[in-house]
């Protein structure tokens, strides 16, 4: 067993929204397909399904209080926005597979599932994972997260210092694996 240094990311600000791209967007297979069927989704019905209700409300005459035509325009900029966020993220998508056999199972880097306790003995296990991935509920926490920086190169059997904000906090890695991590399905909203 040995300790590893704290790493305080504090130090480095962490990503915020507009920082995310600067980083390699590290994903699994899961987490791209959710993505792209999201992206296909907006692209092959969404959107055109939008631009036939604002071409019909604009056909209406007097747009400036015309409802349908204000709000299908509001939700075309919003679309666009979100295809143009899909189309960075998925072009710059480096897709690693956790399940690819690794030289050394016992180290953490992206895509692990590791188990964890600390000195209650309380135990946890998340899997790091893509930042278009996180799903805190499940255990999926971002490879970018204080606790996945604390977390990444250490080994089973280490004990590892993580900075909270309740103040340093000492857990002991029990187990690391390289297993399948199940993503969300994308599903579309349900219109009303």
């Known amino acids: 067993m040995r300790h590893t240094k704290s790493k305080d990311s504090s130090k480095d600000g962490g990503p915020n929204v507009h920082q995310i791209s600067t980083y390699k967007n590290y994903i699994t297979p899961g987490g791209h397909a959710r993505l792209t069927d999201e992206f296909l989704w907006l692209m092959n019905k969404e959107r055109p399904e939008v631009t036939a209700i604002v ?111 309740a103040g340093v906090k000492e857990i002991e890695i029990l187990t690391v694996q390289y297993r399948e991590i199940s993503s969300e399905l994308f599903e579309p909203p349900i219109k009303r």
């Open 55 to 165: 071409s019909w409300a604009a056909g209406n005459g007097d747009r400036s209080e015309n409802g349908d035509y204000i709000y299908g325009k509001k939700r075309l900029r919003e679309i666009d926005r979100r295809i143009h966020y899909l189309t960075k993220r998925l072009d710059i998508a480096e897709i690693i597979d956790p399940t690819i056999p690794r030289e050394d199972e016992t180290q953490i880097f992206f895509g692990a599932t590791v188990t964890f306790s600390d000195s209650n003995g309380q135990t946890e296990t998340i899997s790091i994972v893509g930042v278009d991935e996180i799903n805190t509920t499940k255990g999926s926490i971002s490879w970018i997260s204080p606790m996945a920086k604390a977390l990444i190169k250490s080994r089973q059997g280490d004990i590892v210092s993580l900075l909270t904000p």
